[in-house]
């Protein structure tokens, strides 16, 4: 069975700052794909960024990239140069090369603060 | 990427009523996907949705619950006899156009389904 875990139940920036939000994950899988998932008061999720655990070059897009360390099973999400419209609640997520669901994190609520 | 629709935004039910939440997808995509959100926890998968058939469900997803795609383009989850712990924001999800992978799933804006 898979299972992912975020620690921080919350964060906190400044406006500007950079903020790391941790998430780890357990699996027997050797390939396999990892997401983090954006959540604002709407409640819609909104994909931030994947990355393919074959790829050993980390994920960016924008202001957001991930640290991704295999072995020790761990995918970090660094967001740069923060904004208010980042607030929001963020969910890491795994998911197999085969099968079709994902499995997701408790979530980890970001404050910005201005 | 077209998003993807549900209806209602919020649905209020007695416990033991039956609802039928809707998601409507573009007509040719192919698999679809519930997810169960309960409040301040996670998301979990439900079932997927293939061809008309399930493909893969969870726990959760007992002998209460069912999926159907009854006329080719909604694509509707039904709880038969709800209870108070079915409480939760729903959200349907969709892979890309003519399927794709199913790791790129596009969410829905979610029901929010309380019970009474």
Redesign the interface.
Same mark, same amino acid.
């Given at each position: 069975a898979q299972t992912v875990t975020q620690s921080q139940p919350e964060m906190s920036v400044q406006e500007a700052e950079t903020v790391t939000l941790s998430c780890t994950y357990d699996t027997s899988e050797s390939d396999y794909y990892l997401f983090w998932y954006k959540q604002p008061p709407s409640r819609q999720m909104i994909l931030v960024i994947r990355q393919e655990a074959y790829k050993q070059q980390n994920a960016t897009e924008n202001r957001f990239s991930v640290n991704f360390q295999k072995a020790a099973k761990s995918f970090s999400l660094k967001i740069s140069d923060s904004q208010l419209g980042d607030a929001a609640m963020y969910f890491c997520a795994f998911h197999k090369i085969t099968g079709n669901q994902f499995y997701f994190g408790t979530g980890t609520s970001l404050t910005v603060i201005p | 990427e077209p998003e993807v629709t549900q209806t209602p935004s919020h649905q209020v039910t007695q416990m033991g009523q039956e609802v039928i939440l809707r998601c409507v997808p573009i007509s040719n995509h192919l @698999?679809f @996907?519930w @997810?169960r !959100?309960i409040l301040g !926890?996670?998301? +979990?998968?439900l079932v997927?949705f %293939?061809n008309n058939e399930i493909? +893969?469900k969870?726990e959760i997803f007992d002998d209460q619950f069912s999926v159907e795609r009854p006329d080719g383009s909604n694509f509707t989850l039904k709880i038969r006899s709800t209870k108070l712990e079915d409480s939760a924001?729903y959200?349907c999800?969709r892979t890309g156009l003519a399927g794709g992978p199913? %790791?790129e !799933? %596009?969410? *829905?804006? *979610?029901t929010?389904l309380t019970v009474t």
């Open positions: - | @698999y @996907y @997810y !959100q !926890q996670k998301v +979990e998968f997927s %293939y493909s +893969e969870s924001m959200f999800a199913s %790791y !799933q %596009y969410f *829905g804006p *979610g929010r």
